[in-house]
């Protein structure tokens, strides 16, 4: 039978589309919790009153998918907190609306081709974690273009590159190249080897210090761990 514990497992899985982190290592999940005849209630918080209301959407979508296919879950509210578009997000993912019907008269599109654009740069910042060690070791660029994803040491950020290459269709095999196109697919040569690196560590750099910046707002705000947050993080 599913409790609140698999609740809070199944928010794990939800990312901020543009820091590709868990909500929950964010801190941005104030409280999960499910009732005996399986009600899922989940209060999500972001570090400012004023966070784009397309990546909020997003969170608060997946979220509600990510509790709602649990087992025992009988029905699922998530509820945005504290946030100037809370009441077009929440009444929109709760009546399953999409974007653009949610924000009517002011969304363009829904946001299949954003969260893509995200996934590519997860991509490309997940692909410096992975190739600084080996360039530390001693590999050159034109060894890395001649290595494959599963040539390179088995660690969590190996696989979670491969799960966010697998999220848009590019190779992810372990005879996949370890360098390739995060439009094509394609494997990057020797000669587009460099910009490509700069490229990745530029991306790398720069989550990492949005990330750094959110936790901090978000502290400043509230004050309080996220519920499955570790403390350490503050």
Do not use: W
């Not at 104030?30 to 004023?50: E, I, K």
């Not at 696989?159 to 990057?188: I, Y």
């Amino acid at each position: 039978m599913t409790d609140a514990a698999q609740v809070l497992a199944a928010l794990d899985a939800v990312r901020d589309p543009e820091l590709d982190e868990s909500v929950t290592s964010l801190g941005f999940v104030a409280s999960s919790t499910l009732s005996a005849d399986g009600v899922a209630n989940v209060h999500l918080r972001l570090p400012t009153y004023f966070c784009a209301p397309n990546f909020a959407f997003l969170m608060v979508a997946d979220a509600y998918d990510a509790v709602s296919k649990l087992d025992g879950v009988r029905r699922t509210e998530v509820v945005l907190d504290d946030h100037f578009a809370s009441e077009a997000i929440n009444g929109g993912v709760a009546a399953r609306s999409g974007f653009v019907e949610s924000f009517d008269g002011y969304a363009a599109g829904e946001l299949d081709d954003l969260r893509a654009d995200f996934v590519r740069k997860a991509v490309l910042a997940g692909t410096d974690r992975v190739c600084r060690p080996l360039l530390a070791a001693g590999k050159t660029a034109e060894d890395l273009a001649e290595l494959t994803l599963g040539d390179a040491p088995p660690s969590a950020d190996r696989e979670r590159l491969r799960s966010r290459r697998a999220e848009l269709g590019l190779p992810s095999s372990d005879d996949s190249p370890l360098l390739v196109d995060t439009q094509s697919g394609a494997a990057v040569g020797a000669d587009a080897l460099p910009l490509h690196l700069q490229r990745a560590r530029l991306t790398r750099v720069g989550v990492e210090a949005n990330s750094g910046v959110c936790r901090g707002q978000l502290r400043a705000r509230y004050a309080t761990i996220g519920q499955g947050e570790q403390e350490e993080e503050s």
